[in-house]
């Protein structure tokens, strides 16, 4: 009896392994595809905005920490927005090159933009709301220190707010700018297919997990609301939009609404990344656990369910990584007889040509926005190789570490991997 509730058990885990990432692939697939239809296809190409009834001037606000050798060309891209009334905000983070100075040297050039000095770092959360409070507008349109805004991105997502005054936040499309070696490249596509599809799918089927840091708008009465940013959490991006959603705010996506980012590209820079966002990803998981004893936050349940199914499915794997080589050190009998889960076979090839089947699914969806992407979807092949590998180790390290973490430490920034530049 034992025996057999073991081995239905142990082919449930099998089964789990294989069919949990196919679902949801083609749950995403057909999600990013109903969103296409009912929203993208009716819109114009992203550089002819349609005219607004209603143009309410918005404040842009950019946290630097560090970004001398970025913050001129963010802002100059961030003043250069097509948008009738604006202002720029600079919130230099207690930053210890020469920051201060770059944005001193572009306040006094441009009428447009404000720039604060923060004393210490206090991380961007905080740098966050010091700029809102201080912004004279209702609209927040925030982007990171190294990021560059599309001129037209502020009319695709102010359009929301216009629209509803239930929107609390729209967040935008990123785009990778550097694009010179082999993981930079296969994050191009990623972007596509793991950050663009799942936002179209959600909202398709319901909420947001999470808005896109790096461009997001907020409407600044709904973020007071919530109380801003929280300080203590590794990715604030993650955790605002569930502190909106739990207060019964909407948030959106809005593809049409570009920004030009930089991404690591060295497996240490991008192993730091990943290790933060699914830190981030841990932190909001156990703060929102209780969400399922609120029936009237049932629309969070399925972020939650997959949320932890995600979570369950990475230890998984481990375990059977750990039985597969058991298996080969210790006599035959010991241990249950696995396949090796890192050496694809007829099960990862079926992963894998999924897996690609993503990737061209989404790579014409943003074809609409970023043009040339097809000739990338060669690079996508490796991306089963390296970045499943990162990505589940990453997730099977975050837990503990913030289980360890303990709660109320401030996030501080890290000066990340931004690629190599030309």
């Excluded at 034992?2 to 697939?29: C, D």
């Excluded at 560090?66 to 948008?83: F, P, Q």
């Excluded at 909407?250 to 990943?274: C, H, S, Y």
């Amino acid at each position: 009896m034992v025996i057999a509730l073991l081995k239905t058990l142990w082919q449930g885990l099998l089964g789990f392994v294989f069919y949990y990432p196919l679902f949801m692939s083609y749950l995403w697939m057909i999600g990013a595809a109903l969103f296409y239809w009912r929203h993208e296809r009716k819109d114009g190409p992203y550089y002819l905005p349609n005219a607004l009834p209603d143009t309410p001037p918005v404040s842009i606000l950019i946290p630097c920490f560090n970004e001398g050798d970025n913050a001129e060309e963010t802002i100059s891209h961030a003043l250069a927005t097509d948008y009738p009334d604006f202002e720029v905000i600079a919130i230099n983070d207690g930053s210890k090159d020469n920051t201060a100075e770059v944005l001193d040297r572009l306040a006094a050039k441009y009428d447009r933009l404000r720039v604060v000095h923060l004393a210490q770092n206090q991380g961007k959360a905080m740098a966050l709301q010091a700029g809102s409070l201080l912004a004279k507008n209702e609209i927040l349109i925030c982007i990171d220190g190294d990021a560059l805004l599309d001129k037209h991105a502020a009319h695709w997502m102010v359009r929301h707010f216009v629209q509803d005054p239930e929107v609390a936040a729209v967040t935008g499309n990123p785009r990778i700018r550097n694009r010179s070696t082999l993981l930079g490249r296969v994050q191009v596509g990623e972007f596509s297919s793991i950050v663009g599809m799942i936002k179209r799918a959600q909202r398709s089927f319901g909420r947001l997990f999470t808005v896109s840091g790096v461009i997001t708008a907020f409407r600044k009465s709904a973020v007071h609301q919530v109380g801003y940013w929280s300080a203590d959490m590794l990715t604030e991006d993650i955790d605002i939009t569930w502190k909106l959603q739990r207060d019964g705010w909407d948030v959106r996506f809005e593809p049409n609404a570009l920004v030009w980012i930089l991404m690591p590209e060295t497996l240490k820079g991008l192993w730091k990344q990943r290790l933060r966002w699914a830190m981030g990803g841990a932190q909001v998981l156990l703060k929102n656990l209780d969400v399922i004893r609120h029936p009237s936050q049932n629309h969070l349940w399925p972020l939650m369910l997959e949320l932890c199914l995600s979570l369950f499915w990475s230890y998984v794997m481990l375990l059977l990584v750990i039985i597969w080589l058991g298996g080969l050190l210790l006599p035959a009998g010991w241990l249950p007889v696995v396949g090796s889960p890192l050496i694809p076979q007829w099960s990862g090839v079926i992963l894998g040509a999924t897996c690609l089947l993503q990737f061209a699914v989404s790579k014409w969806l943003d074809s609409h926005y970023d043009k040339g992407l097809g000739r990338n979807y060669y690079w996508m092949i490796w991306y089963p190789l390296v970045f499943w590998v990162i990505n589940i180790g990453s997730t099977i390290v975050a837990f503990p570490k913030v289980l360890l973490r303990g709660e109320g430490k401030r996030a501080r920034w890290v000066s990340p991997d931004r690629g190599i530049r030309a």
